[in-house]
């Protein structure tokens, strides 16, 4: 499975942005996904997941409220809304996937076998 994500870029405190990820190859509604964030000097980390229907969903604390994980899987496109940004959220935002045999519950990074090359979102203040 490929991903390839998009949609960052440079927006003021408060404001909005929409990701996308766009998947090629593999059977995308058999996959839970879901994003990852990495600032800089820190680790990367998880934001949010959704169940392989779209009919769950699971999120870190630091978006809940905030962000919206939603999935198209006609479009094999999920998508991660971002409200209410704050400088805080500034990171290089990754795409991932696994199978959908492990809880979407379940944030280790190393329980995702597919990532996408990530896209840059920076908040100013």
């Known amino acids: 499975v490929q991903l390839q994500a998009s949609g960052g870029g440079l927006v003021q405190a408060g404001g909005s942005l929409r990701l996308s990820c766009a998947a090629s190859g593999g059977t995308f509604s058999k996959y839970t996904m879901g994003w990852f964030r990495q600032a800089p000097g820190k680790e990367r980390e998880f934001v949010a997941a959704?169940?392989?229907?779209?009919?769950?969903?699971y999120y870190a604390d630091s978006g809940k409220g905030r962000f919206t994980i939603s999935r198209d899987n006609a479009e094999k496109t999920v998508y991660l809304q971002m409200n209410s940004l704050k400088p805080e959220d500034t990171g290089v935002y990754y795409c991932?996937?696994?199978?959908?045999?492990?809880?979407?519950?379940?944030?280790?990074?190393?329980?995702?076998?597919?990532w996408g090359q990530g896209t840059q979102v920076t908040v100013s203040s």
């Open positions: 991932v996937g696994r199978k959908s045999t492990v809880p979407i519950t379940t944030t280790p990074r190393a329980t995702y076998r597919y």
């Open positions: 959704i169940s392989w229907s779209g009919g769950s969903t």
